[in-house]
């Protein structure tokens, strides 16, 4: 891959599960997760070694990914002036997110998008769909149509 392919990439990384364990009125830390934002950095690393833009990457990750954990090639383009998006992955950053990256596919037919998502899923009762955030995504990009 070289950065011309125009590649756009969110990756949502979430071992923080608090919210969720007191809407369910379970033990804080029930429900995190040990790895999922090293999964965040691992894709990190593959990514700009490949030559991807920071400018074209989109992190939501709990707890939110610090400076000084991203690799080396991010926080040289980063001291660079390229800056990727990082935040949290509260519904308002996701859908952001997504409407962020609908456009920059809309922008150009030769632009690429890719969502990796690490973290829990939930299936509901009477259907077969996975709840996650690449339903929600497949939701806003079909509504544009």
């Known amino acids: 891959m070289s950065p011309d392919l125009h590649l756009h990439v969110v990756l949502v990384g979430i071992n923080d599960y608090k919210a969720y364990d007191t809407a369910m009125k379970w033990p804080k830390g029930t429900s995190d997760l040990a790895g999922t934002r090293n999964d965040v950095v691992a894709w990190l690393r593959v990514l700009t070694n490949l030559g991807l833009s920071a400018e074209h990457l989109y992190l939501l990750t709990a707890p939110r990914l610090q400076l000084a954990e991203l690799p080396e090639n991010l926080q040289a383009q980063i001291a660079a002036g390229q800056r990727p998006f990082i935040a949290t992955p509260t519904s308002e950053n996701f859908v952001n ?25 939930r299936s509901e009762e009477h259907t077969s769909e996975l709840q996650s955030p690449c339903n929600l995504v497949c939701r806003l990009l079909l509504e544009k149509k």
């Open 97 to 121: 997110t997504c409407h962020h990256l609908s456009a920059a596919l809309a922008a150009s037919p030769e632009n690429r998008g890719l969502i990796v998502f690490s973290g829990h899923g």
